[in-house]
């Protein structure tokens, strides 16, 4: 049986957390299997990140062409790779470079493939992979085959790899592929106002905040999680946020990967804004407020005190 | 320049979606609704034509059931030509035979531009454009906004996360997976649909069902029901700490 | 002898001028009505004779501003005396000896005074009191027809004034004094004084008086057409071809094809005499919640843009096409102003000549829908109509869910007949505050031994938002399957707790051949109450009421809710705004799923405001599901829940019968 290929991006020049994710279930269910797990980086510093990366033998794909992430080069240099691997399943993240590669090379090498994973396992010697599909409504649990299988999981399903390795590094070359060219890197633009829409996290305040003076407390916390500040309708009329940042059916309809309801009451009006969210933790000082219906985990304390206090435990781990 | 825009219907979600006795979905009970990465598409591909004045968008879906009226939307909303591509297709064609037959229509049709929703909903394989892509083997990108079009290029720009974006230059024919539309798509009237079926036509061409390569579904189950919240006691110090452990937990935390 | 000949001459000239410039201007416009589309405005003759009088003639209108009314009635009455004068001027001229008689002249004159008054107020009104309402309208215009109208009033002291002078050898009456223009009489002893009697002078003096007299009225005719003095023609014909269709019907009957509007051939022939018909008073736009909210529409306005829009098409020869003008949706009239609009009919209600501007509004707003340009909140409104047939985009399935809970079933008015059929609309049935209130609705009837039912999944919304969004098609396709389901349904009566409903159901589905009469609850439960169904204890406390505009301004329904809060035992103290002149909530049109942007203050703040200046009113009483939502989010969000709460009549109802405790609407008595 061919080895589990993984494809691992980088990220300051370290192998990201997703892409860990993806060795350790790797390595559980190459276990399983009896094979090996290969994992494979792109550019200069690929080399070095998957030096001690958790997998069994390394492949660092280098050339001018590869440090920067371009779909039709890394296509290519992956589809050529397969080839010479025949694996028995290919693991990405069901990241931008995920689904870019993942259906095409499926097609391409004419093998099934399996996205918007979050379970693998091997039960009686066959892989089986459960997939959310309808926006996460139902959940498929899919029979891989292991013939080179691709698979794409989404970030945060397993933990990352608490132990490294030590495999060994082959070199692959990536060529140039002038009919996709990358002309520049944009980004994320600071000052102006911004996105709530775009934000991974969210720190919502209602008008639990009483008053503007205490939007200090919230600017902190968000700041201690790269978060963003939304809010409440009612604060966005008191005039203490721009009405760029209000959540709800007059403002914006948000689905962060986390949204902290402070102080606000759920009225429906907001929860039509903010309901989808994969993760909502409200705290509010009535036990009853409905908010609590639709969020997955709440605390009935006051937000003044309790802000701060996390704002501080938070920057203690970053630090 | 010729764009071309697949299209599809998927389940709406606003209803509850119901399962049979064996774990299969009750599609007979479901309302179809254009998937909304497909309208996006759509609307993008409009905006390339209303800045460049003489591209020509065309709509093309399977004829999985009723996907008339999606195309007619399509036509009413601005679009050139539509094409539905009949055969021995059912509700149930996975979007891995979706993708063959539209690469197979695709191959002679002399696009030089195709754009399609960056995923659907209704498949653990939902990508389209990366599978019709490597079929045709044609330079491609998903995740992507803002399509341009200057001197037999394509320009548009690639989402990743946190907000950092690229800017890429594809030669054509090039195939992309839209995120979003620069603009929400558009209205159109109930009145106007009505009257572009009355007076349009859906061009029809043969499609055969093409043999797949398929990871086998076992079952479908629906998700632990989240229900009230979880609440947790203790004083705002307890509390945050378990804040934090969830956050953590959930890899929510920068390091 | 040479001085009758010289006016004789002038007069002619001056009236064939006017007339031809005067006639030019009204085949222009009456050009334009001919093309425009067609609507039946001239049925019901005496009822339109009756209207005439009572708001030409009487003013009715006009007096709800009474400084303005008064000084409006003053002139307006002076321009009927000044055909007096008129007639017996240039009779005078031409007709040697001919005079009007002592009784005719003294009122010319007396008339000539009150219009001196009603010009000075006019000026002090503009001048001192400047009403916002004026913000806009063309104050030049306005002081240069009131420089006119001074100069005609002087002209006629004048010329009277040096008639006795040359009454004899030029115009052979023997008695000028008969004439009783004792204004000109009195002038004339300052000539005396002066020693201006000689024929050369007095032939001066009055031809003078003259001109600016006859000259200038002349000169008026001529330019009337091409300013807002038009009305002095057309608010007659204006007021007499006005709507008396049920007032609630937005769309008399079936459109052909679409009720878009894009050009001035889009608009009924009513709507373009209306264009020349407004007189800038902007009461309009005194009464709009939307300008009232800082928002960039003005009902004026709007009518002012298009009447100039149209003006300047036809000055460029081509008003049908004009390839190259902006168009009127978007163009001539913003997107901004148009989406604004609540479609609350306030503008209409004021307007004393009766002009229509909803209409006119929506077709523009149509156009601008058809061409895809619609607010992204309303747009997702309407895509949820069209695939689920309600706004919340909730499944058709969970319409009856509010009903779960009740201790008895409720009817399915499809599958058996019942007494009463309960139309309950949307918010009643899926925003989850308002379940509590639809819930006790039922529970209500219920306990009055109602026999009653609802359609259950085979309601749909209404479509009366969807219309005014402009989205006919969607309206009927709604309207269909309300139908539809009726059809199947057997009663006695329907009823509906939403007044968006009502106004459907009783005015725009009369068109698809809905006949049947519909209530709203409050009047349904003035019945039962009157039956004895309900006993109510008295509540003992004071509230006022908010008149929702699709009740009590579209449909006339001011009473019934009135006459049932004051059975419940309330004090009702009335805000300033009430009954047909209520405030908009700022929730209709579409508008409570659009945009805020540019919004200083709410109208529903705006309205909360005004009930706290009431004095201990504590309760602000609605009815209407949508007010609820929309005032109950005014009182959180200026932090009033302690100083008024928001409840609804059913809420009165539930406490009065002893359905409801007193804490769980907090109806602490005051
Ligand atoms: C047409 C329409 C559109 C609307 N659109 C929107 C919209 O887009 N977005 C929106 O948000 N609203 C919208 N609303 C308003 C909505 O109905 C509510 O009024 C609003 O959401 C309430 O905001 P809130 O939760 O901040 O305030 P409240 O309802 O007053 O809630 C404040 C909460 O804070 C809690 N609290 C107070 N002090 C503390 C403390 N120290 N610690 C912890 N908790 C505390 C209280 O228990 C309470 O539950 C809309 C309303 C209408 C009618
Ligand atoms: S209907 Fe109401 S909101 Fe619309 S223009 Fe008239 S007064 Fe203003
Ligand atoms: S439309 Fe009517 S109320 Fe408004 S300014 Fe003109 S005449 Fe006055």
Known sequence: MGPIVVVTELEAGRVADASQELLTKSREVADALGTTVTAVGFGGQAASALAGAAADAAIAVTGSAAEVYSPRVYERALASLLKEQAPSLVMLSNTTLGMDLGAALASFSGQPMVGYCTGLSVQDGQVVALSQIYGGKLLAEVEVPVTGSIITAIPGSWPAASAGGSPAVAAAVAEPAPEVELLQVIMPESGGDVDITRSDILVSVGRGIQGPENLELADELAASLGAVVSCSRPVVDAGWLPRSRQVGKSGQTVKPRAYLAMGISGAPEHLQGMKDAELIIAVNSDESAPIFEVAHFGAAVDILELMPVLAEKLQGRAG | ?255 | MVLRTVLEALTAVMLLSSLALFGRRVRAIAGVMKKARPIVRTDRVGERLASVVEHVLLHRRMFRITFSGILHFFIFSGFVVLLIDIVETIGEVFIPGFTVGPVLATIVDVWDVVVLVGIAMAVYNRVVIKPERFAGSDEKDAFLILGLITAIVSGIIVHDSFYPFLAREVFHVPDPVARAHFLGWGLSRLWIALGWTSPVAAGAGYTLGYLLDIGVVFGFLAYLPYSKHFHIFSAVPNIFVRNLRPLGELVPKVPEESIAVRSFQDFHWKDILDLYTCTECGRCQAVCPAHAAGQPLSPKMVILKLRDALNERIAAGGWQEAPAAPALAGGVVSPEELWACTTCGACQEACPVFIEHVPKIVGLRSALLEDGEVDAGAQKALVAFDRQGNSFGQPARKRPQWAKGLDFPIKDARKEPVDWLWFVGDFAAYDPRVQDLTRLVAQLLHLAGVDFGILYEGEVNSGNDALRIGEYGLFENLAAKNLQALEKAQYNRIFTTDPHSLNALKNEYRKLGFESKVMHYTEAFGELVAQGRLTLAPLRLRATYHDPCYLGRWNRITEAPRALIRRTGVDLIEMPRHGTQSFCCGAGGGRIWMEEAGMEERPANQRIKEALALPDVAYFVVACPKDVSMFSASVTAMGLEERLKVVDVAELLGVATGLLQVREVQLATS
């Open chain 2, 1 to 255: 320049m010729k764009i071309a825009v697949l299209m599809k219907d998927v389940p709406d979600l606003v209803e509850d979606l119901e399962l049979t006795d064996e774990g299969q979905l009750a599609v007979d009970e479901l309302s179809f609704i254009p998937s909304e990465w497909d309208d996006q598409a759509l609307e993008e591909a409009l905006l390339v034509k209303d800045e460049m004045g003489q591209a020509e968008v065309t709509a093309v879906a399977v004829d999985t059931g009723d996907v008339d009226s999606m195309l007619y939307t399509a036509l009413a909303k601005g679009a050139d030509r539509a094409v539905k591509i009949v055969g021995e297709f059912g509700r149930d064609l996975p979007n891995r035979a979706r993708s063959a037959v539209l690469a197979e229509y695709l191959k002679t049709a002399g696009y030089d531009l195709i754009l399609t929703g960056v995923q659907a909903i209704d498949d653990v394989d939902g990508q389209v454009a990366g599978l019709v892509a490597g079929h045709l083997d044609v330079p491609h990108a998903s995740v992507v906004r803002e399509v341009a079009v200057a001197g037999g290029h394509v320009r548009c720009l690639q989402e990743y996360s946190a907000g950092r974006m690229a800017e890429l230059r594809l030669a054509t024919p090039a195939l992309l997976g839209i995120q979003a539309a620069r603009k929400p798509p558009r209205y159109v009237t109930i009145a106007k649909v009505r009257q572009v079926t009355k007076s349009a036509s859906l061009e029809e061409v043969e499609g055969e069902l093409p043999e797949v390569p398929t990871a086998a579904v076992r079952r479908l189950f629906k998700p632990q029901a989240a229900g009230r919240a979880v609440m947790w006691e203790g004083d705002p110090e307890a509390v945050a700490e378990q804040i934090v452990a969830l956050l953590d937990d959930r890899k929510l935390i920068r390091s």
